[in-house]
């Protein structure tokens, strides 16, 4: 298999994550691409029209994006149940659909900074993808704790990805005030060794 990968991409650390946790890292052989909305890589195209990273090419079928497709697709093919097989699948689906939104806010305000010419740039719009972030914080700090504390599944990983990629791009903003059990949650969490591997670079 072959990931089209980028070091710095919080929804491909999701996929490197899994593949850490669940002893596929040897199967893949990383493809790094440089890819933005204003400028895709040509490349990427063929395996994702969407012209986005992370992207799998896989021998039995056609290349497989987005990346909870393809972290559902590796746990299946590992045999893993981060998904839960039983119980508790609806509750993990919809935490890392939560987590995915934190993600998608937090790029939409990295795009903002870095490919909006200056002088078209909204603050509004910069505080109103930081609002639901904010809020999103909120409700993982009273509402999912027990779940967070559980056995690992992929909500977990997901919800650490995106706190992490806060912390990359947006650390000034501060999430953990008012997040205490969130933020001890996410201390622990962010030691595991397939945290600390997957780490994007200082940029």
Not at 63 to 78: P, T, W
Not at 157 to 176: K, Q
Request: glycine share 6%; net charge negative.
């Amino acid at each position: 298999m072959k990931l089209a990968y980028s070091p710095t991409s919080p929804y491909v650390r999701k996929v490197m994550v899994l593949l850490h946790e669940t002893g596929q890292l040897d199967d893949v052989a990383l493809d790094e691409r440089v890819t933005t909305p204003l400028a895709p890589d040509d490349a990427l195209l063929p395996n994702n029209p969407l012209g986005k990273v992370p992207a799998l090419e896989r021998a039995e079928g056609p290349a497989l994006y987005d990346s909870r497709v393809i972290c559902a697709y590796l746990n299946d093919r590992a045999g893993a149940n981060l998904y839960g097989r039983n119980k508790g699948h609806w509750d993990i689906l919809t935490l890392e659909a939560t987590a995915d939104g934190i993600l998608d806010a937090a790029l939409l305000m990295t795009y903002e900074a870095r490919l909006r010419p200056e002088d078209k740039r909204m603050e509004t719009w910069v505080d109103g993808q930081w609002d639901k972030i904010a809020r999103t914080c909120a409700a993982l700090n009273t509402r999912w704790m027990s779940h967070l504390s559980g056995p690992l599944d992929m909500g977990q990983i997901a919800v650490g990805c995106a706190l992490g990629y806060i912390d990359f791009r947006h650390d000034a903003y501060g999430w953990r005030r008012g997040n205490d059990a969130l933020a001890a949650w996410f201390e622990t969490f962010d030691s595991r060794d397939a945290m600390r591997q997957t780490r994007p670079p200082v940029a």
